[in-house]
């Protein structure tokens, strides 16, 4: 649950924790997070979260090596905790029947129609059967009788084995193409997950704005700090939705848009900790969609992360977000990238310390407040100020006091959250 709020009528029991500036002028870790990414395959369960890692095995799960499922292959440049889920309807499963012998795909899908299924039979009254996927084996068995057969990856059998040498090739297999409505069923699924970035690189604004709302919902109403990358859409205007502007070009000459130069930097976002990605290296690129300075800046002023090149590698220009509608208590620094990232941890971090050890448990009284704020300053500030994420701070900035109803804590946290270094601006007095 969690989330923000505007004034102390919560009904369940949580931390609802708020951020804002108190002036125009003040400045502005998130752990290791996983990155969540629908696509669109032939092959596979679909409707599902797939847990990614580097021992995965893609050809079996996804009828794909990770080099042919280019949003995976460019996330995995920067993290493996990934979620994979397919968009796809559940399709009808390819199969094949000789005589008495049937082999079925393991799953829906077009892609089963690539199976195919060699039985031998020896004069030792043993069989072999062999399983290709693609043109490639994928499983051989030596079995004495139909019994000792096992399913594999690929396929299963039923029936009894035929009386001679046979190839069953696979057909009619068949995909259910996703929609719309895949996305939106992809969006309510994400309740469920523990996730830090998704990321979907679409020319659909409809789509875009389905999960930039969902970005911005989780935060405000569920108290899940979780960020939406996408391409070419700064109209989110919310520190929630990253927006990518230009493409690079690969190592080898392959040229990547925007809309797939995404998920590089959705993984990267999602690695990171209290590190800035401004002028973070993206892995592997040689060149960038070009854009002139004015571009640049003005895609920047509008909310935009660019890639640029710069002493030979692709970077990243600048960390930042799609939000731009600064006020008084929302400022400039909720359009920072490492900004933001500190203050997921802050409120992650505070809200897991509330729920852990304090709801239920502690009296709210001036004794049980203070016990909340040492633990607050001893586990939340305190490590982060010696890891540059916020400035040193005084304890009277830490204020912890009754609620407007007696089960009800208010706190107010006055931090200083530190950027990067981004700009230097040098005079040369010469003697």
Request: include cysteine; aromatic fraction near 10%; proline fraction near 2%.
């Amino acid at each position: 649950m969690g989330g923000i709020w505007e004034t102390q009528n919560k009904v369940r029991p949580d931390a609802y924790i708020n951020f804002e500036s108190n002036s125009l002028n003040t400045m502005g870790l998130d752990s290791n997070g996983a990155l969540a990414i629908p696509v669109v395959l032939n092959w596979g369960e679909v409707g599902k979260f797939i847990k990614l890692s580097t021992n995965t095995k893609f050809k079996s799960l996804f009828g794909k090596s990770l080099a042919e499922i280019l949003p995976v292959r460019e996330a995995f440049k920067a993290t493996s905790n990934i979620y994979l889920y397919n968009l796809n309807g559940v399709g009808e499963k390819a199969k094949a029947t000789v005589e008495e012998f049937t082999v079925t795909a393991a799953y829906g899908g077009s892609d089963g129609n690539k199976i195919h299924v060699t039985v031998t039979v020896g004069l030792d009254n043993t069989a072999t059967i062999k399983t290709f996927f693609d043109a490639m084996q994928v499983d051989s068995q030596k079995v004495e009788s139909f019994e000792e057969l096992k399913v594999n990856d690929y396929v299963e059998f039923s029936g009894s084995f035929p009386n001679t040498d046979v190839t069953l090739t696979l057909a009619g297999g068949t995909t259910v193409a996703a929609t719309n409505e895949s996305i939106s069923e992809f969006a309510s699924a994400l309740d469920a997950l523990d996730f830090k970035t998704v990321a979907y690189g679409t020319d659909d604004n409809t789509i875009k704005s389905l999960l930039a709302l969902k970005a911005k919902e989780f935060r405000e109403q569920a108290g899940k700090r979780v960020t939406f990358v996408t391409n070419n859409y700064n109209a989110a205007d919310h520190e929630s939705t990253v927006s990518v502007k230009n493409g690079v070009t690969l190592d080898g000459g392959e040229v990547l848009t925007a809309k797939e130069a995404v998920y590089w930097f959705a993984a990267v976002f999602a690695a990171s900790t209290v590190n800035s990605l401004t002028y973070a290296t993206y892995p592997g690129a040689i060149a960038v969609e070009t854009m002139t300075n004015d571009e640049i800046i003005q895609a920047l002023k509008e909310g935009h992360i660019v890639y640029s090149f710069n002493n030979n590698e692709v970077v990243v220009e600048q960390d930042i977000n799609t939000f731009r509608s600064f006020t008084p208590a929302k400022n400039q620094d909720f359009r920072k990238g490492k900004i933001d990232r500190g203050m997921s941890i802050i409120e992650n971090n505070t809200r897991h310390i509330f729920r852990k050890y304090f709801i239920g448990k502690v009296n709210n009284n001036g004794d049980g407040r203070d016990l909340f704020k040492q633990q607050i300053m001893k586990s939340v500030l305190d490590p982060y100020v010696r890891l540059g994420v916020i400035n040193p701070y005084l304890p009277e900035d830490v204020v912890i006091e009754q609620g407007d109803e007696k089960d009800a804590v208010f706190a107010v946290l006055g931090l200083e959250f530190i950027d990067a270094m981004e700009k230097l601006y040098m005079r040369v007095e010469c003697k």
